[in-house]
């Protein structure tokens, strides 16, 4: 049965860095990866609290903020963690913003912060690969 990974993010040029250093990952980890995408918060929130996934990558900042039910990326984090399936799954917090407070909230709530700046693709790829790993 292969990986399942939630890739949440607004930008799709992201959604797509973040699609090709899983493919990398799958010759890592030797399995295939399901890849499920997420556009907006409320879609990443129904998404978490409904589906099984083995990892989640999780953008800080939906540019959404007109949807009902809107919620910042960190609250996702924070919802991710104490409520439905994925509390147990490894979580990538995904922002451009690069300040030490919200590192440490992130990883507070469980998650693993990855700066948008600077993103290494087989870098990425590797750190992916071994949370998965670790989760089955």
Same mark, same amino acid.
């Given at each position: 049965?292969? %990986?399942?990974?939630?890739? !949440?993010?607004?930008?799709? /040029?992201?959604?797509? +860095?973040? /699609?090709?250093?899983?493919?990398?990952?799958? !010759?890592?980890?030797?399995?295939?990866?399901?890849?499920?995408?997420? !556009?907006?918060?409320?879609? +990443?929130?129904?998404?978490?609290?409904?589906?099984?996934?083995? @990892?989640?990558?999780?953008?800080?900042?939906?540019?959404?903020? /007109? @949807?009902? *039910?809107?919620?910042? *990326?960190?609250? @996702?984090?924070q919802l991710a963690k104490k409520e439905g399936p994925n509390r147990?799954?490894?979580?990538?917090?995904?922002?451009?913003?690069? %300040?030490?407070?919200l590192k440490a909230m992130v990883e507070?709530?469980?998650?693993?912060?990855?700066?948008?700046?600077?993103?290494?693709?087989?870098?990425?790829?590797?750190?992916?690969?071994?949370?998965?790993?670790?989760?089955?």
């Open positions: 049965m292969p %990986y399942k990974v939630l890739i !949440a993010d607004d930008d799709e /040029g992201q959604r797509k +860095s973040h /699609g090709f250093a899983l493919e990398v990952a799958t !010759a890592i980890i030797e399995d295939e990866i399901a890849i499920v995408e997420t !556009a907006n918060s409320v879609d +990443s929130w129904a998404k978490i609290k409904s589906e099984q996934f083995d @990892l989640i990558i999780l953008d800080n900042d939906f540019k959404d903020t /007109g @949807l009902k *039910g809107h919620l910042p *990326g960190i609250a @996702l984090l147990a799954t490894p979580t990538f917090f995904c922002s451009a913003d690069a %300040y030490d407070t507070k709530h469980g998650g693993f912060y990855l700066p948008k700046v600077g993103y290494d693709i087989e870098k990425v790829a590797q750190l992916f690969a071994e949370k998965m790993k670790k989760k089955k």
